[in-house]
Protein backbone atom coordinates (compact mmCIF):
# COMPACT_ATOMS: atom_id res chain seq x y z
CA UNK A 1 0.00 0.00 0.00
CA UNK A 2 0.74 3.03 -1.07
CA UNK A 3 -0.02 6.48 1.32
CA UNK A 4 0.54 10.10 0.05
CA UNK A 5 0.16 12.94 1.52
CA UNK A 6 -0.27 16.27 0.04
CA UNK A 7 0.58 19.66 2.18
CA UNK A 8 -1.30 22.64 1.76
CA UNK A 9 -1.20 26.05 2.94
CA UNK A 10 -4.75 25.83 4.14
CA UNK A 11 -5.38 21.69 4.26
CA UNK A 12 -3.40 18.41 4.54
CA UNK A 13 -4.84 15.82 2.70
CA UNK A 14 -3.78 12.23 2.76
CA UNK A 15 -4.73 9.10 0.76
CA UNK A 16 -3.59 5.53 0.55
CA UNK A 17 -3.90 3.46 -2.33
CA UNK A 18 -3.43 0.00 -3.51
CA UNK A 19 -0.45 -0.82 -5.71
CA UNK A 20 -2.61 -0.96 -8.56
CA UNK A 21 -3.76 2.51 -7.91
CA UNK A 22 -7.07 1.72 -6.29
CA UNK A 23 -7.96 4.19 -3.76
CA UNK A 24 -8.48 2.58 -0.17
CA UNK A 25 -8.90 5.68 1.61
CA UNK A 26 -8.74 9.56 2.06
CA UNK A 27 -8.93 12.31 4.99
CA UNK A 28 -8.10 15.93 4.96
CA UNK A 29 -7.51 17.97 7.44
CA UNK A 30 -6.96 21.76 8.65
CA UNK A 31 -3.26 22.73 7.88
CA UNK A 32 -1.67 23.95 11.22
CA UNK A 33 -0.44 27.51 9.51
CA UNK A 34 3.00 29.09 11.20
CA UNK A 35 3.82 26.30 13.33
CA UNK A 36 6.12 23.61 12.15
CA UNK A 37 5.58 21.07 14.97
CA UNK A 38 2.23 20.93 14.84
CA UNK A 39 2.50 20.14 10.78
CA UNK A 40 4.58 17.45 11.31
CA UNK A 41 2.67 16.06 14.65
CA UNK A 42 -0.20 16.35 12.17
CA UNK A 43 1.03 14.57 9.34
CA UNK A 44 1.81 11.54 11.61
CA UNK A 45 -1.98 11.55 13.24
CA UNK A 46 -3.14 11.56 8.97
CA UNK A 47 -1.20 9.01 8.65
CA UNK A 48 -1.94 6.86 11.42
CA UNK A 49 -5.77 7.20 10.59
CA UNK A 50 -5.32 6.10 7.28
CA UNK A 51 -3.35 3.13 8.28
CA UNK A 52 -6.22 2.00 10.51
CA UNK A 53 -8.80 2.76 7.78
CA UNK A 54 -7.21 0.39 5.93
CA UNK A 55 -5.90 -1.94 7.91
CA UNK A 56 -1.97 -2.19 6.62
CA UNK A 57 0.81 -0.25 6.75
CA UNK A 58 2.40 1.39 3.93
CA UNK A 59 5.09 3.56 2.24
CA UNK A 60 4.57 7.61 2.63
CA UNK A 61 5.55 10.18 -0.24
CA UNK A 62 4.32 13.81 0.81
CA UNK A 63 4.04 16.59 -2.05
CA UNK A 64 4.99 19.97 -0.54
CA UNK A 65 4.92 23.80 -1.83
CA UNK A 66 8.37 24.16 -2.45
CA UNK A 67 11.16 21.42 -2.87
CA UNK A 68 13.63 20.03 -0.71
CA UNK A 69 17.20 21.93 -1.83
CA UNK A 70 20.17 19.71 -2.67
CA UNK A 71 22.73 22.24 -1.38
CA UNK A 72 21.21 22.45 2.54
CA UNK A 73 18.84 19.64 2.77
CA UNK A 74 16.08 22.13 3.87
CA UNK A 75 13.03 23.22 1.93
CA UNK A 76 13.33 26.47 0.21
CA UNK A 77 10.66 28.46 -1.62
CA UNK A 78 7.53 27.08 0.01
CA UNK A 79 5.01 29.82 0.27
CA UNK A 80 4.07 27.72 3.72
CA UNK A 81 7.28 29.78 5.19
CA UNK A 82 6.80 27.79 8.42
CA UNK A 83 8.56 25.00 6.76
CA UNK A 84 11.00 27.28 4.72
CA UNK A 85 14.98 26.27 6.02
CA UNK A 86 13.71 23.27 8.16
CA UNK A 87 15.31 19.74 7.86
CA UNK A 88 11.50 18.45 6.87
CA UNK A 89 12.38 14.98 5.67
CA UNK A 90 14.22 14.24 8.50
CA UNK A 91 11.92 15.30 11.25
CA UNK A 92 9.01 13.72 9.34
CA UNK A 93 11.15 10.49 9.00
CA UNK A 94 11.93 10.53 12.28
CA UNK A 95 8.84 10.64 13.70
CA UNK A 96 6.84 8.31 11.64
CA UNK A 97 9.93 5.73 12.51
CA UNK A 98 10.29 4.91 8.59
CA UNK A 99 12.02 6.67 5.01
CA UNK A 100 9.64 9.24 3.63
CA UNK A 101 10.09 10.60 -0.29
CA UNK A 102 9.34 14.19 -0.93
CA UNK A 103 8.70 16.24 -4.24
CA UNK A 104 7.15 19.43 -5.05
CA UNK A 105 3.63 19.81 -5.12
CA UNK A 106 3.95 20.63 -8.69
CA UNK A 107 6.04 17.48 -9.65
CA UNK A 108 3.69 15.09 -7.60
CA UNK A 109 1.16 16.46 -10.21
CA UNK A 110 3.18 15.67 -13.01
CA UNK A 111 3.62 11.97 -11.83
CA UNK A 112 -0.07 11.55 -10.89
CA UNK A 113 -1.08 12.49 -14.44
CA UNK A 114 2.40 10.57 -15.95
CA UNK A 115 1.46 7.45 -13.85
CA UNK A 116 -2.61 6.72 -14.34
CA UNK A 117 -3.90 10.21 -15.59
CA UNK A 118 -4.16 11.91 -18.50
CA UNK A 119 -0.83 11.52 -20.16
CA UNK A 120 -0.51 7.47 -19.03
CA UNK A 121 2.15 6.14 -21.34
CA UNK A 122 3.41 8.72 -22.94
CA UNK A 123 7.28 8.81 -22.98
CA UNK A 124 8.19 12.46 -21.99
CA UNK A 125 5.54 15.12 -19.89
CA UNK A 126 5.29 18.78 -19.18
CA UNK A 127 2.49 19.33 -16.20
CA UNK A 128 1.21 22.63 -15.58
CA UNK A 129 -0.04 23.85 -12.76
CA UNK A 130 -2.53 27.26 -13.53
CA UNK A 131 -3.93 28.32 -10.36
CA UNK A 132 -3.18 31.00 -7.81
CA UNK A 133 0.55 30.39 -8.64
CA UNK A 134 2.09 29.09 -11.88
CA UNK A 135 4.07 25.88 -11.64
CA UNK A 136 5.32 22.47 -13.49
CA UNK A 137 6.53 19.08 -13.69
CA UNK A 138 8.42 16.59 -15.57
CA UNK A 139 8.23 12.99 -16.54
CA UNK A 140 10.37 11.11 -18.84
CA UNK A 141 8.61 7.46 -19.03
CA UNK A 142 7.34 8.01 -15.85
CA UNK A 143 9.94 9.09 -14.03
CA UNK A 144 10.61 12.29 -11.94
CA UNK A 145 13.14 14.55 -13.27
CA UNK A 146 14.19 17.33 -10.41
CA UNK A 147 17.24 18.17 -11.61
CA UNK A 148 20.46 19.50 -9.52
CA UNK A 149 19.07 21.86 -8.13
CA UNK A 150 15.34 21.01 -7.63
CA UNK A 151 13.52 23.01 -9.59
CA UNK A 152 13.17 21.54 -12.92
CA UNK A 153 9.93 22.46 -14.34
CA UNK A 154 9.69 26.00 -13.02
CA UNK A 155 8.73 27.66 -15.33
CA UNK A 156 6.79 30.39 -13.61
CA UNK A 157 9.65 32.31 -12.70
CA UNK A 158 10.91 32.85 -16.31
CA UNK A 159 10.06 36.15 -18.16
CA UNK A 160 6.99 35.84 -20.62
CA UNK A 161 8.36 35.15 -24.00
CA UNK A 162 7.69 37.91 -27.07
CA UNK A 163 6.42 40.57 -25.20
CA UNK A 164 4.30 42.63 -26.75
CA UNK A 165 4.88 46.32 -26.58
CA UNK A 166 1.64 46.82 -23.90
CA UNK A 167 3.52 43.97 -21.62
CA UNK A 168 7.47 44.77 -21.53
CA UNK A 169 8.33 45.01 -17.59
CA UNK A 170 5.32 43.64 -16.80
CA UNK A 171 3.23 42.90 -13.42
CA UNK A 172 5.52 42.42 -10.50
CA UNK A 173 5.85 38.95 -9.17
CA UNK A 174 6.47 37.59 -5.70
CA UNK A 175 9.96 35.92 -6.74
CA UNK A 176 10.93 40.13 -6.94
CA UNK A 177 10.89 40.16 -10.73
CA UNK A 178 8.51 41.43 -12.85
CA UNK A 179 7.09 40.02 -16.26
CA UNK A 180 7.14 36.11 -14.63
CA UNK A 181 5.08 33.96 -16.38
CA UNK A 182 3.35 33.25 -13.28
CA UNK A 183 2.15 37.48 -13.09
CA UNK A 184 0.44 36.91 -16.44
CA UNK A 185 -0.79 33.25 -16.69
CA UNK A 186 -2.15 32.65 -12.87
CA UNK A 187 -5.71 32.80 -11.87
CA UNK A 188 -5.61 36.23 -10.11
CA UNK A 189 -2.91 37.87 -12.57
CA UNK A 190 -5.75 37.02 -15.14
CA UNK A 191 -8.33 38.69 -13.30
CA UNK A 192 -5.91 41.44 -12.39
CA UNK A 193 -4.91 41.82 -15.97
CA UNK A 194 -8.87 42.07 -17.20
CA UNK A 195 -9.61 44.59 -14.82
CA UNK A 196 -6.28 46.61 -15.44
CA UNK A 197 -6.93 46.69 -19.47
CA UNK A 198 -10.35 47.64 -19.13
CA UNK A 199 -9.81 50.49 -16.32
CA UNK A 200 -7.38 52.06 -19.27
CA UNK A 201 -8.51 50.95 -22.68
CA UNK A 202 -12.50 50.27 -21.32
CA UNK A 203 -14.57 51.28 -18.96
CA UNK A 204 -12.84 53.36 -16.00
CA UNK A 205 -15.59 51.64 -13.47
CA UNK A 206 -15.47 48.28 -14.60
CA UNK A 207 -15.68 45.86 -11.40
CA UNK A 208 -13.50 42.96 -10.34
CA UNK A 209 -14.30 39.79 -11.81
CA UNK A 210 -13.23 36.25 -10.42
CA UNK A 211 -11.81 34.16 -13.02
CA UNK A 212 -14.65 31.82 -13.52
CA UNK A 213 -17.32 35.12 -13.95
CA UNK A 214 -15.05 36.02 -17.01
CA UNK A 215 -15.31 33.06 -18.49
CA UNK A 216 -18.37 32.74 -18.61
CA UNK A 217 -19.32 36.70 -19.24
CA UNK A 218 -17.05 35.69 -22.65
CA UNK A 219 -19.30 32.53 -23.07
CA UNK A 220 -22.17 34.99 -23.24
CA UNK A 221 -20.57 37.25 -25.76
CA UNK A 222 -19.64 39.89 -23.69
CA UNK A 223 -16.51 41.84 -25.46
CA UNK A 224 -14.22 43.05 -22.91
CA UNK A 225 -14.19 39.16 -20.99
CA UNK A 226 -13.85 38.01 -24.74
CA UNK A 227 -10.99 40.14 -25.47
CA UNK A 228 -9.36 39.01 -22.16
CA UNK A 229 -9.63 35.37 -22.56
CA UNK A 230 -8.13 35.71 -25.83
CA UNK A 231 -5.04 37.72 -24.60
CA UNK A 232 -4.88 35.00 -21.66
CA UNK A 233 -4.77 32.29 -24.47
CA UNK A 234 -1.97 33.99 -26.90
CA UNK A 235 0.21 34.36 -23.42
CA UNK A 236 -0.35 31.03 -22.70
CA UNK A 237 0.65 29.85 -25.84
CA UNK A 238 3.95 31.70 -26.19
CA UNK A 239 4.50 30.77 -22.66
CA UNK A 240 4.15 26.75 -23.69
CA UNK A 241 6.10 27.31 -27.00
CA UNK A 242 9.01 28.66 -25.34
CA UNK A 243 8.46 25.33 -23.09
CA UNK A 244 8.46 23.27 -26.02
CA UNK A 245 11.55 24.79 -28.13
CA UNK A 246 13.21 23.61 -24.89
CA UNK A 247 12.03 20.50 -23.85
CA UNK A 248 9.93 19.48 -26.92
CA UNK A 249 7.40 16.90 -24.72
CA UNK A 250 5.35 14.56 -26.18
CA UNK A 251 2.32 15.24 -23.72
CA UNK A 252 1.18 19.09 -21.79
CA UNK A 253 -1.26 18.56 -19.04
CA UNK A 254 -3.21 21.56 -17.30
CA UNK A 255 -3.93 21.42 -13.82
CA UNK A 256 -5.23 24.39 -11.74
CA UNK A 257 -8.14 26.14 -11.56
CA UNK A 258 -7.26 27.58 -14.97
CA UNK A 259 -7.32 24.08 -16.59
CA UNK A 260 -11.14 24.32 -16.44
CA UNK A 261 -11.58 26.55 -19.04
CA UNK A 262 -12.29 24.36 -22.19
CA UNK A 263 -11.28 26.88 -24.15
CA UNK A 264 -7.73 26.90 -24.13
CA UNK A 265 -7.55 23.23 -25.49
CA UNK A 266 -8.07 24.95 -29.14
CA UNK A 267 -7.28 28.37 -28.77
CA UNK A 268 -3.48 27.46 -27.22
CA UNK A 269 -2.78 24.50 -29.99
CA UNK A 270 -3.88 27.01 -32.70
CA UNK A 271 -1.51 29.85 -31.66
CA UNK A 272 1.90 28.06 -30.42
CA UNK A 273 2.62 27.09 -33.85
CA UNK A 274 3.57 30.47 -34.88
CA UNK A 275 6.23 30.29 -32.03
CA UNK A 276 7.54 26.79 -31.72
CA UNK A 277 10.74 26.16 -33.81
CA UNK A 278 9.30 23.71 -36.61
CA UNK A 279 7.14 22.81 -38.95
CA UNK A 280 4.18 21.63 -36.85
CA UNK A 281 3.50 20.72 -33.33
CA UNK A 282 2.63 17.31 -32.51
CA UNK A 283 3.02 18.07 -28.68
CA UNK A 284 -0.87 17.24 -27.56
CA UNK A 285 -2.34 19.85 -24.91
CA UNK A 286 -4.57 17.91 -22.19
CA UNK A 287 -6.66 18.36 -19.30
CA UNK A 288 -5.45 16.27 -16.18
CA UNK A 289 -7.45 13.21 -15.53
CA UNK A 290 -7.70 13.47 -11.37
CA UNK A 291 -8.32 17.19 -10.70
CA UNK A 292 -7.52 18.03 -7.00
CA UNK A 293 -6.61 13.99 -6.53
CA UNK A 294 -3.51 14.54 -8.58
CA UNK A 295 -1.15 15.84 -6.29
CA UNK A 296 -2.34 13.44 -3.42
CA UNK A 297 -2.03 10.58 -5.29
CA UNK A 298 1.52 11.71 -7.08
CA UNK A 299 2.71 11.72 -4.16
CA UNK A 300 1.79 7.74 -3.13
CA UNK A 301 3.49 7.51 -6.94
CA UNK A 302 6.93 8.44 -5.61
CA UNK A 303 7.11 4.96 -4.13
CA UNK A 304 8.57 2.67 -6.71
CA UNK A 305 6.28 -0.42 -7.77
CA UNK A 306 5.86 -3.08 -4.98
Known amino acids: MRIGIDLGGTKIEGIALR ?5 IARL ?3 APRGNYNETIDTICSLVGKLESE ?5 TVGIGTPGALSPATGRIKNANSTWINEMPFDVDIAAALKRPVRLANDADCFTLSESTDGAAAGAPSVF ?3 LGTGVGGGITFHGHLHQGPNAIAGEWGHNPLPWQLPDEVSGPECYCGKKGCVESWNSGPAFEAEYL ?9 KTESLRAAEIVAAA ?9 ALRRYADRLARSLAHMINILDPHVIVLGGGMSNIDELYVEVPSRW ?13 VANKHGDSSGVR ?3 WLWPDQ
Open 19 to 23: NDGYE
Open 127 to 129: GVI
Open 273 to 285: GAYVFSDRVDTKL
Open 219 to 227: RSGNRPAKS
Open 28 to 30: RVP
Open 298 to 300: GAA
Open 54 to 58: AGQTG
Open 196 to 204: RFEREHGDP
